[in-house]
């Protein structure tokens, strides 16, 4: 049965409670700001996904609008982000833009069901090194992405491939237009100093005027988005059912699934980070069923995959924004920006966007993590560099996929490793550890300390079997075992039966009730065999 609350947008549940006049105004500025900041982003990011600039500005019309209207989270700013450019672009190479729809279309139905199967809590606990690794293969290959543009050189198409990509590049470097160059070094010195000037202007848009107008004024011999693109909309498309059979669903389901685990990583990600900056608590549930709703509806009106921004939701925070009214503000400023100045954004310089990216990769790799991590231990450091030599050599979602099992085996084998397997034998009765009880000649109690899941059956049936004494009766007790699952009852049923087999009583004592629940369902040990203490287990 469904929560309601769980499942109630944050805007709703705030103009229930009422949102007060000064935080409006506050809400009002922080998203025009952040809707600036969100312009040159949402057109960066489609070109280096391989799609028209206009796709980026309706998915962060569209897309950021019904992610901050019916999301989980207060603050939280949703649109196009650098995480998709490598999926994004490796789709629409494969199948062209008409799969990428379909393809981010589907991805809207998994994330809801996702949300509806409250799923958002697992997505949480993905660990920090494969995160890491990911994140800064992404920031290395939209890296790579931009140096064509960057240097201005003429290398026709690219490869796909990431050192495909590195051989053209120096292959053709005696093409490299030096104007290029010196505007993508202003654009990146301008964006990182902006706001050490004054944070009322964002330093990517004042990075994109600079750009443009001293291309302009100066007729510089740049390539620009009219050069390549020609003219951009102004308009926001009417809405289109994409054609979906199941021929195509059997196609594009892969890169659907990439889209949507990469999309509801992302968001609960930036929720999460959006928390700690307001001591609030995001509802992951929720979010996820915005973040489905806002792809599907991203993929009617002809855009691109949208998730949570980290970066833009940390420029709303710190602007003031504390209710989804900021980012809503940020998606009709955007509509607002597009009606207006559509014609003029065909003048950006491609190497201006390529500065602009640039910075964006390097705030997107998490640098520091990836240090910490490496020097952490060893288990880790090999989730990490797996990860990131994945994504960046292959593909990124083996690269998750590769990463969540090999993270799963890491767990594993370390709650194998913190697994206790105490055995007492006390031939001259002396008390038993925690209770001052004496253990009769003849009993060896073997008492687990950690689940008995597959992944610590097998050693703990090594560890019994090791035993050289032969007992008249042991004792296994398991008191402080969680849970029990079907490894670990058939590992415990092949060893019962083993001592039954050479005449030695087997007593299973203080199993908790869904242990005991799972013991006796499967027939492990009669009920008569089963002691609800120690002192009972003792005197049978």
């Not at 897309?63 to 209207?69: N, T, V, Y």
């Not at 290029?180 to 100093?193: D, K, M, P, R, S």
């Given at each position: 049965m469904l929560n309601i609350k769980e499942y109630t947008p944050k805007l709703f549940t705030l103009l229930k409670d009422g949102i007060g006049k000064e935080q409006v105004f506050k809400d009002i500025s922080s998203g025009v700001i952040v809707g600036i900041v969100a312009l040159p982003l949402a057109i960066a990011f489609a070109i280096a996904s391989g799609v028209s600039p206009e796709k980026g500005l309706v998915t962060a019309v569209v897309?950021?609008?019904?992610?901050?209207?019916l999301g989980g989270s207060k603050v939280q700013i949703g649109g196009p982000t650098g995480a998709f450019i490598v999926i994004v672009y490796g789709i629409v190479q494969q199948y062209g833009y008409n799969g990428l729809v379909i393809s981010t279309f589907l991805a809207g139905f998994i994330i809801i069901l996702l949300g509806l199967a409250r799923l958002g809590n697992l997505l949480k606990f993905i660990p920090h090194s494969l995160i890491v690794g990911f994140t800064s293969g992404i920031a290395i290959i939209i890296f790579t992405s931009q140096i064509k543009d960057f240097l201005g050189l003429q290398t026709g198409a690219l490869p796909a491939e990431f050192l495909g990509k590195?051989?053209?590049?120096?292959?053709?470097?005696?093409?490299?237009?030096?104007?290029?160059?010196?505007?993508?070094?202003?654009?990146?010195?301008?964006?990182?100093?902006?706001?050490k000037i004054t944070t009322r202007v964002p330093g990517p848009f004042l990075a994109i005027l600079v750009g443009t107008l001293a291309v302009q004024v100066f007729q510089l011999p740049v390539e620009t988005i009219a050069s390549k693109f020609g003219q951009i909309s102004g308009a926001i498309p009417a809405p289109r059912l994409p054609k979906v059979d199941f021929e195509t669903i059997q196609h594009l389901i892969e890169p659907a699934f990439a889209i949507a685990l990469l999309g509801a990583i992302e968001s609960l990600l930036?929720?999460?980070v959006a928390d700690g900056m307001i001591g609030g608590r995001h509802r992951s549930n929720m979010e996820l069923v915005a973040q489905g709703i806002a792809n599907i509806a991203s993929a009617l009106f002809g855009g691109i995959p949208a998730t949570g921004a980290i970066a833009r939701t940390a420029t709303n925070v710190k602007n003031g924004g504390r209710t989804p009214i900021a980012g809503i503000t940020h998606a009709v400023t955007l509509l607002l920006i597009m009606l207006v100045f559509a014609p003029y954004a065909k003048l950006i310089p491609l190497s201006c966007l390529a500065g602009i990216l640039i910075v964006v990769a390097y705030n997107m790799g998490e640098w520091h993590s990836f240090a910490s991590v490496l020097r952490s231990n060893r288990y880790d450091a090999l989730i990490l560099l797996t990860t990131f030599i994945l994504t960046i050599f292959f593909d990124l979602v083996i690269a998750i996929e590769i990463g969540v099992v090999l993270s799963s085996f890491v767990f594993m084998k370390r709650m194998s490793d913190i697994a206790q397997f105490n055995l007492l034998e006390d031939p001259q009765a002396q008390p038993l550890l925690d209770e001052n009880l004496a253990i009769p000649p003849g009993v060896l109690i073997h008492e687990i300390n950690s689940p008995l899941f597959f992944g610590v059956a097998q050693r703990f049936q090594e560890t019994l079997s090791e035993i050289n004494v032969k007992p008249k009766k042991i004792i296994i007790r398991m008191r402080s075992v969680p849970f029990i699952d079907a490894t670990g009852i058939y590992r415990l049923k092949e060893i019962i039966n083993s001592y039954e087999n050479r005449n030695i009583d087997v007593v299973i004592s203080e199993p908790g009730r869904e242990v005991l629940r799972s013991i006796l369902s499967n027939g492990v040990i009669p009920r008569s065999q089963i002691a609800v203490d120690i002192e009972t287990a003792l005197g049978k």
């Open positions: 897309a950021g609008f019904l992610i901050s209207a590195w051989e053209a590049f120096f292959q053709n470097i005696q093409t490299v237009n030096f104007y290029a160059v010196g505007v993508a070094i202003v654009t990146i010195l301008v964006t990182l100093y902006t706001k930036s929720a999460a």
